[in-house]
């Protein structure tokens, strides 16, 4: 039987990153964005960092501008970013945790710990008409946490079932997915759409994506990385056919 539809975003921060480490404008995140929506995506993520390593502000300006798709705009919860949201008018953000060592996104948001904090940022964005999502860690305290913010969207981060594949350990695995699914089980009882993302690849998207619950995965690292080999619109149809496939039944 066939599960709710399931959405791919691609994130593209990574086309920045190559781009950056030699100075030009070469290749251009914009024109990945526009291949990855010929190639079936159904949103663009640009993660918009404080130090701008990777997406610049011009990338979000043009993104919003040349892009057909849904843009979801990754921020931190800053004063600066915030006002960036609002002035671009993207149709979501996701607010994600941020550290200026880290080399990508390590955790969910402890929204739990800075409910006061982070719900007046869901306030002012949803006020702005911006549908907003908090990165979390697959953890009952956190799901609830988001939802008493008032944010309608949570994203799960995966990052502890990525490395669990990695290592290779089935029984690791098998704890973090059920993690995974009994937080996507949690989050949609309590009204929220649920999205997960992070360290998702050819070989462990599936039993993520069977997850009935959830309706967006959000992929981009590996997605560029596969790029190299297979070419940008190829990887991204064929991380599409693999969840497609695990969602109406097919093998995984």
Not at 5 to 27: K, Q, Y
């Amino acid at each position: 039987m066939t599960k709710n539809p399931l959405r791919l975003g691609v994130n593209i921060d990574h086309v920045a990153t190559i781009r950056n480490a030699r100075g030009g404008p070469h290749p251009d995140p914009v024109r990945a964005a526009e291949l990855a929506a010929s190639a079936g995506a159904d949103g663009i993520t640009a993660h918009l960092r404080e130090d701008r390593r990777h997406i610049r502000d011009e990338d979000i300006a043009r993104l919003k501008a040349e892009i057909g798709l849904p843009l979801n705009f990754e921020m931190a919860s800053t004063a600066e970013m915030l006002q960036l949201c609002i002035a671009t008018a993207p149709h979501g953000c996701c607010i994600v945790p941020e550290n200026r060592n880290e080399r990508t996104t390590e955790g969910g948001l402890d929204v739990a710990g800075q409910h006061n904090f982070i719900a007046p940022f869901v306030r002012e964005l949803s006020d702005a008409g911006i549908r907003v999502s908090l990165f979390v860690d697959p953890e009952k305290e956190q799901i609830e946490a988001a939802q008493s913010t008032g944010a309608p969207v949570v994203e799960i981060h995966t990052g502890a079932y990525y490395e669990a594949t990695v290592a290779t350990e089935p029984a690791r695995i098998a704890v973090e997915l059920e993690k995974i699914r009994t937080s996507a089980k949690i989050g949609a009882g309590l009204g929220l759409e649920i999205h997960a993302g992070h360290g998702l690849t050819f070989m462990n998207v599936q039993p993520v994506a069977a997850i009935p619950e959830i309706v967006e995965l959000n992929i981009g690292h590996f997605l560029v990385g596969e790029a190299v080999f297979m070419g940008l619109a190829e990887a991204i149809k064929e991380m599409k056919k693999l969840m497609q496939d695990a969602r109406t039944g097919g093998m995984y």
